[in-house]
């Protein structure tokens, strides 16, 4: 994927049609009842088509949703210096390690390497069911809640910057975007959600685009 900007990739459907989340939904309150007792439902996305032939790894991550007046979701930009992904928009977290005692301790540990925020400044409400990477990634969503007054110090060596998205506008479909190309002779589709951020524009797509859409169908459920 890295051979092509994915801005480019043609847009072949927005769900405007679709209802937003409501904003009562996104209340503190309202997600801990929500998943305390979650409803019927099925996540849109479970898995993406393979590319390469990396052996399969467990990984975790942490959606990580800022208890303000509107509430937001914390997001990271990766490392333009990085290997894999690099300059992407992302959820804190990454691979499990064989210390860790769960998926959610996982996630809890690498968002603290990351982006600084200690493991108990979080609220775990619970997870989402897991999305399968096409670089063969199997990895589990941990929904949080985070203080308003929480701090965060980007690690430079993983992160170049870290922001937050009003969670009502990722949770409103009309900014769901869903891309098609060919690519490699397969073809291939993904979401994405633009948010104008001052006098930038960041480009949340893939995998993170992707998660967050089966977090709205969740809510929506």
């Known amino acids: 994927m890295s051979l092509f900007d994915p801005r480019r990739v043609p847009v072949v459907r927005q769900d405007g049609h679709l209802p937003a989340v409501p904003t009562s939904v996104l209340s503190p309150g309202a997600l ?65 390690d064989g210390s860790d005692a769960s998926h959610v301790a996982a996630a809890l540990r690498e968002t603290h390497e990351e982006v600084g925020i200690a493991p108990d400044s979080v609220d775990v409400l619970g997870c989402l069911p897991v999305y399968i990477t096409g670089t063969a990634f199997t990895v589990t969503p941990v929904v949080g809640l985070l203080r308003p007054d929480v701090q965060w110090v980007p690690n430079t060596a993983e992160v170049d910057d870290v922001f937050e998205v009003p969670l009502a506008f990722l949770m409103n479909p009309a900014h769901h975007r869903l891309h ?19 006098h930038t524009e960041r480009f949340i797509w893939g995998a993170t685009a992707g998660m967050l859409r089966n977090l709205y169908a969740f809510l929506q459920a």
């Open 32 to 96: 801990r009842a929500r998943f305390a007792d979650p409803p019927a439902w099925q996540p849109e996305l479970r898995q993406e088509r393979s590319f390469g032939t990396r052996a399969p790894a467990e990984a975790a991550v942490l959606m990580a949703i800022v208890q303000r007046p509107e509430p937001t979701l914390l997001l990271t930009q990766r490392g333009r210096h990085l290997n894999t992904h690099s300059g992407q928009i992302a959820l804190p977290g990454g691979k499990v």
């Open 180 to 198: 098609r190309v060919v690519f490699e002779g397969v073809e291939r589709e993904w979401y994405s959600m633009p948010y104008p951020d001052r």
